[in-house]
């Protein structure tokens, strides 16, 4: 088992900046890939941001490309995820997830089906 637990979100003015951090405990091998999905009310649940163990491999939604980066620390076994440039549009409850399995690709690590360990989320909210 992995307990992913998020952090970092808030409050925030259109252009303004956070930076999410995700703790996970436990088995944290399993922790191969780590993604961020994002649910704004009376939406579904969307890819943001993915990263392979090593760091090497990233992946991003179109949405957020250029303006969000995905990194991770291993030996604190937290993944973060910085947000500048924030609108509106970008509010919503940020989930950190963990997936086993290794990279297998872009379409793979964006799919929410493939991940098998999840956060409770941290709200972010952007004012205009």
């Known amino acids: 088992q992995v307990q992913p637990v998020e952090s970092g979100g808030g409050l925030v003015q259109a252009g303004g900046s956070l930076r999410l951090s995700c703790a996970a405990s436990g088995r944290t091998f399993n922790t191969n890939v780590m993604g961020w999905f994002r649910q704004a009310p009376g939406k579904e649940r969307e890819f943001v941001a993915a990263i392979s163990w090593g760091g090497s491999l990233t992946y991003y939604a179109d949405s957020v490309k250029g303006r969000f980066a995905i990194s991770r620390d291993n030996a604190k076994n937290t993944v973060y995820l910085q947000m500048n440039s924030l609108q509106p549009e970008d509010t919503a409850l940020y989930y950190c997830?963990?997936?086993?399995?290794?990279?297998?690709?872009?379409?793979?690590?964006?799919?929410?089906?493939?991940?098998?360990?999840w956060g409770q989320g941290t709200q972010v909210t952007v004012s205009s």
């Open positions: 997830a963990a997936r086993p399995k290794s990279w297998s690709g872009p379409l793979t690590v964006a799919n929410s089906d493939e991940y098998d360990y």
